[in-house]
Each structure stands twice: as structure tokens, then as C-alpha cells.
């Protein structure tokens, strides 16, 4: 993953994300964005996810992927305490929350699909 798909991150401002579902055995992650701005439902799917940091639901700003230095700095002795590095094929997903906040999901993939 080198970067969104652009339908996901067009008129993405103040769009409500919502979790619909994690699976750790398949390490598959699923959100579904509602967009305000152009009246669109769409499915967020990151892949092979090796880490999640994010809250139930919430109003965002925008995504982006993101190098390793978007982490907080006590990121690995706090989160992956065996690892000192992310794997060669992980990319960061920078979530950014409506009122400042960040967000991360460490995964090999995303797809997007709109539903509605």
C-alpha cells in the first residue's frame, strides 16, 4: 500500500467512520465511511493488518498513508515491543480526527468499495 485509492479520500472532510468489523485470524479490518459532502456509503478494507489504534466511531478530517515517522515516538517499545521496525511490505494509515486527533492502522492493503 503506497497510497489511497482516490475514491476513498475525495470529499472526505467531516465524514462520520465507523468499525464494522475486526477479524484477528484473518487479520482483516473493515470501516464504514458515510461522507457528507457528496451523500456517499463506502467500506474501508485494510489486509493483513498488524496493528490498530483507532476508537468505535468517530468524525474525520481525512487518511493518508504515512512513513514510519508519522508513529508516536514511543511507538514500538509501547505497542511492538519485539520489533524495532515495521515489516518490509507494512504501511501506516494515518486516520486524522475532526478535532485534532490521530489515529493508526498498520497494514499490508486497502480497498474501497462504495456501497451507497
Known amino acids: 500500500m503506497t497510497e489511497m485509492p482516490y475514491s476513498l479520500i475525495d470529499s472526505l472532510s467531516d465524514a462520520k467512520m465507523e468499525l464494522l468489523s475486526w477479524q484477528p485470524k484473518n487479520n482483516l479490518l473493515r470501516l464504514r465511511?458515510?461522507?457528507e459532502i457528496v451523500r456517499e456509503v463506502g467500506i474501508i478494507q485494510f489486509t493483513q493488518v498488524g496493528y490498530i489504534e483507532i476508537v468505535p466511531r468517530l468524525t474525520i478530517e481525512g487518511l493518508q498513508v504515512g512513513p514510519e515517522s508519522?508513529?508516536?515516538?514511543?511507538?514500538?517499545?509501547?505497542?511492538?515491543?519485539?520489533?524495532t521496525a515495521l515489516g518490509s511490505n507494512e504501511?501506516?494509515?494515518v486516520i486524522h480526527g475532526s478535532w485534532g486527533e490521530k489515529y493508526f492502522v498498520i497494514a499490508e492493503d486497502i480497498e474501497y468499495e462504495t456501497v451507497g
Do not use: H, N, Q, W
Request: aromatic share 10%.
Open 33 to 35: 465511511v458515510t461522507k
Open 70 to 83: 508519522d508513529l508516536p515516538d514511543d511507538f514500538f517499545s509501547r505497542c511492538a515491543p519485539s520489533d
Open 91 to 93: 504501511t501506516v494509515c
